[in-house]
């Protein structure tokens, strides 16, 4: 029995004036994967609001499964720090 490899890609994207979007794709080779990851990730764009200081207005935190990404603000000129843990079992 033989199994069939495959790739999975979540990929963020941006503008850094307020727009961003969120994209998985999966596919049998990486840069397939990615490709399609990047363009669900464009059709998904939201807008979120920043403060004067191009950064978040307050920490945020979401849980989905085993995933756990927490953004919270950052310094002025740092702009927005993302940081995505997720637990393997």
Do not use: W
């Not at 978040?56 to 995505?84: D, M, N, W, Y």
């Amino acid at each position: 029995m033989v199994k069939k490899l495959s790739f999975r890609a979540v990929v963020v994207i941006g503008n850094e004036n307020g727009q961003v979007g969120l994209g998985v794709g999966k596919a049998d080779d990486v840069v397939m994967a990615i490709t399609k990851a990047i363009t669900d990730a464009r059709r998904s764009i939201i807008k979120i609001f920043l403060t004067k200081t191009k950064t978040l207005p307050h920490v945020i935190t979401g849980r989905f499964g085993a995933c756990e990404v927490f953004i919270k603000p950052a310094s002025q000129g740092t702009g927005v720090i993302l940081v995505v843990q997720s637990e393997q079992y």
